[in-house]
Structure formats: C-alpha cells, structure tokens
C-alpha cells in the first residue's frame, strides 16, 4: 500500500512559481510510475504531467509544457512538480499519483491547492 503526500501548494501572483512536492510511502516510488493531475472547481480532474518508473522519462498536457517540470528523487522517494509562468487558469487543486501501469493509477495523494491570482 503506497500513500501519498502532496505540500508546496499555495497563493501566488500570475507568472510567479510554486513547486509541488509528493512524499511517497509504503514502498519505493521507483518501481511506480507517478503523476501530478489537477481539478479546479467546475471541472474534471486532468492530467498534467507523469514521470515513467524505473527510466524516469517525463510526459506533459500540452497545457502546461514548457512551463512545468516533472521530476523524482528516488533516494527520498520523493516527486516534485516545478510550476513557472504560472496562470490563473492553473488554479486547482493539484494531486499526486501512482500506479504500476502506464498511465493507470491505484494510488492518489489528497490534494494541495493551487490558486494564481490575475
């Protein structure tokens, strides 16, 4: 059983930055492929960014590619999200996740909010 931790999220002004941190547990995070998704109010949950396991090759929503940046650290199992030139439209809530399965998830974090102010 993995648990997911996210912190980092905040306040901040358009085109300003924030970096997301998720704090895996219950097992290394290198054997799972993980992942940042996003939900603001209104809307559905959607995919930003996802680092593969064990190679660690990043993939993004054209959203926000160019902007932000996946990465881990697998010594402290430990995945961030970079966020710059941040927008109000990137205002969400932002979750981390994990899963075995390319693009499939089985492990969720609870959320850290992210609001960007015009």
């Known amino acids: 059983q993995v648990q997911l931790v996210e912190s980092g999220g905040g306040l901040v002004q358009a085109g300003g930055s924030l970096r997301l941190s998720c704090a895996a547990s219950?097992?290394?995070?290198?054997?799972?492929?993980m992942a940042w998704f996003r939900q603001a109010p209104g809307k559905e949950r959607e995919f930003v960014a996802r680092i593969s396991r064990i190679v660690g090759r990043a993939y993004y929503a054209d959203s926000v590619k160019g902007r932000f940046t996946i990465s881990r650290d697998s010594a402290k199992n430990m995945v961030y999200l970079q966020m710059n030139s941040l927008e109000p439209e990137d205002t969400a809530v932002y979750y981390c996740?994990?899963?075995?399965?390319?693009?499939?998830?089985?492990?969720w974090g609870q959320g850290t909010q992210v609001t960007v102010s015009s």
């Open positions: 219950g097992g290394p995070s290198v054997n799972y492929g």
């Open positions: 996740a994990a899963g075995i399965a390319p693009t499939s998830y089985d492990y």
